[in-house]
């Protein structure tokens, strides 16, 4: 296979240009439809300015965080949005859900500046009531809804549910036992655990159960330590065939054909032709006969650096078709060719280039999807969090919001 290929250019200015206009600006009218997730999509316009180191006003960090705690839902839990009602609810509470509590809780890491507002960036989040409303998401074979409706989890058995879950967890939980101040019943982490295990099927890969068809959205539980340690024993009892796993994550790559990509008149199928002599773009897919999409890129690559095996990623080749074939002239990420560019595959499209080094973005934490200098933010929010909790600080008047 050949690689050798032209330096791609990543055109950082214009990528800026693009998220600044997304967050000072109303966004395109086929986004009114997702209201519901706004909040998520918030989260992907404030992480993208970080990763590319465009600086945010006091004004708009202090405008973020009293937005995102005034989303935050009386019994637990973040809504999507302040329109997030269904019907028969009580207009005035809302629906909270699962992604936009994670999201929430990125935001308002994200939104801090400095070590000292990091610690106090979770003032506010009802620790408690977050804990037990998870716990409640969580259904007896240890998989994840994405709300509750009449006290019932619901929306699907997708393991990015307990990913999103297990991240709310290490985000807030802390290192307190059972007995001491702040205990707050937990989620059964050996049956969310047993969950994914019985995801895994035939080919490696991981889905809903062992008897559905295998995905690449394949994200696992984050450990309250990141040490390597513990992340080597939370992914071998999380994986039964981790080998598996890694093959099937390695094979969603092919060479990406532009002629016959643009060509093909099956949307949502594309088969895979011979190879062709030279080879100057990889693109990824998330399952087998599909076609190259951007978001899938960060998916299998994200996952295996998750799992050690980043070195499995042909970076030059990766790189070019995302900067070559979906990054779009304004600014952000297509889907796929041709297309114009959206919050969603933007995003990830940053994310994957920032996985794999890309020099003008900063170092990313492929745990969170966030950079890592967020992620110290968050987990210098917890540290603040837990020493509220058990009564060694105030954040009354604390002066900082």
């Known amino acids: 296979m050949a690689t050798e290929t032209t330096s791609a250019q990543f055109n950082k200015a214009k990528h ?19 209201d519901s997730t706004r909040l998520t999509f918030a989260c992907f316009t404030i992480a993208a300015l970080d990763l590319l180191s465009a600086p945010l006003t006091p004004a708009d960090r202090s405008a973020i965080r009293r937005w995102v705690l005034s989303l935050q839902h009386p019994d637990g839990g973040f809504c999507g949005s302040s329109t997030h009602v269904l019907p028969g609810q009580d207009a005035s509470k809302g629906n909270a859900n699962l992604a936009a509590s994670f999201f929430a809780l990125i935001l308002l890491g994200l939104a801090a500046d400095g070590e000292e507002e990091a610690k106090n960036a979770f003032a506010g989040v009802q620790r408690t009531k977050l804990l ?92 309250q330590d990141s040490t390597a340690p513990k992340v080597d024993r939370a992914l071998d009892e999380g994986v039964p065939d981790r080998d598996g796993l890694i093959a099937f994550l390695a094979s969603r790559t092919f060479p990406y054909l532009q002629e016959q990509e643009q060509k093909d008149e099956v949307e949502e199928n594309f088969l895979q032709s011979d190879a062709p002599s030279e080879i100057t773009h990889i693109g990824y897919n998330g399952r087998c006969n599909k ?68 020099s003008d973005l900063k170092d990313l934490d492929v745990g969170l999807c966030c950079s890592k200098e967020t992620t110290k933010k968050i987990e210098l929010a917890r540290e603040g969090l837990l020493e509220h909790t058990r009564g060694k600080k105030g954040w009354e008047g604390d002066g900082f919001w």
């Open 16 to 34: 800026i240009k693009y998220w600044q206009r997304c967050h000072s600006s109303f966004l395109p009218a086929p986004y009114t439809a997702s």
């Open 132 to 223: 037990q409303w998870l716990k409640k998401l969580q259904r007896e074979d240890g998989s994840f809804g994405q709300n509750l409706w009449e006290s019932q989890a619901v929306g699907g058995n997708d393991t990015r549910h307990s990913y999103m879950a297990s991240s709310i967890r290490w985000m807030v939980r802390g290192d307190v036992k059972e007995g001491e101040e702040g205990w707050v019943e937990d989620v059964d982490v050996n049956t969310m655990v047993a969950h994914i295990r019985n995801g895994q099927t035939y080919d490696g890969g991981i889905a809903e159960t062992s008897q559905n068809e295998s995905h690449a959205l394949t994200l696992l539980d984050r450990p």
């Open 291 to 358: 076609k190259a999409d951007t978001c899938y890129c960060w998916w299998a690559i994200g996952t295996l650096e998750m799992l050690g095996n980043g070195s499995l990623t042909n970076v030059p080749l990766s790189r070019q078709y995302l900067i070559d074939i979906t990054q779009h002239v304004v600014g952000g990420f297509s889907k796929a060719v041709g297309g114009p560019p959206d919050l969603y595959h933007s995003y990830l499209g940053l994310a994957a280039l920032a996985a794999m080094g890309e």
